[in-house]
């Protein structure tokens, strides 16, 4: 059974940073895609950015140049730095888990989530 465990989330000022880590179980992390969805109260759930297991990235056009998106195979984790947040980031942040790049975009029948968890970004 596959885990996905986030951390790092908080409250930040704006202009401020954040790195949100999620750490995996199982053996499959490495060949697999990740990604951090978010969800704003009210708001559809967006991808926030994903990474491939050859490390291809994608970005959600708002977060472009201030988040970066990483994976360490070795210790089943990937990570997304925050940096220069604003209050529109607030949300919960999901850490997610599939087979394909196209599912991970898509948001559609991804087969694992994390619990999520809070980032609030105050102005």
């Known amino acids: 059974q596959v885990q996905l465990v986030e951390s790092g989330g908080g409250l930040v000022q704006a202009g401020g940073s954040l790195r949100l880590s999620c750490a995996t179980s199982g053996s499959i992390f490495s060949r697999n895609t990740m990604g951090w969805y978010r969800q704003a109260p009210g708001k559809q759930r967006e991808l926030v950015a994903a990474i491939t297991s050859g490390s291809v990235t994608n970005y959600e056009d708002s977060v472009k140049g201030r988040f970066t998106i990483s994976r360490d195979n070795a210790k089943n984790t990937v990570y997304l730095q925050m940096n220069s947040l604003k209050p529109e980031d607030t949300a919960v942040y999901y850490c997610?888990?599939?087979?394909?790049?196209?599912?991970?975009?898509?948001?559609?029948?991804?087969?694992?989530w994390g619990q999520g968890t809070q980032v609030t970004v105050s102005a």
């Open positions: 997610v888990l599939a087979r394909y790049r196209s599912t991970v975009l898509a948001g559609t029948n991804i087969d694992y």
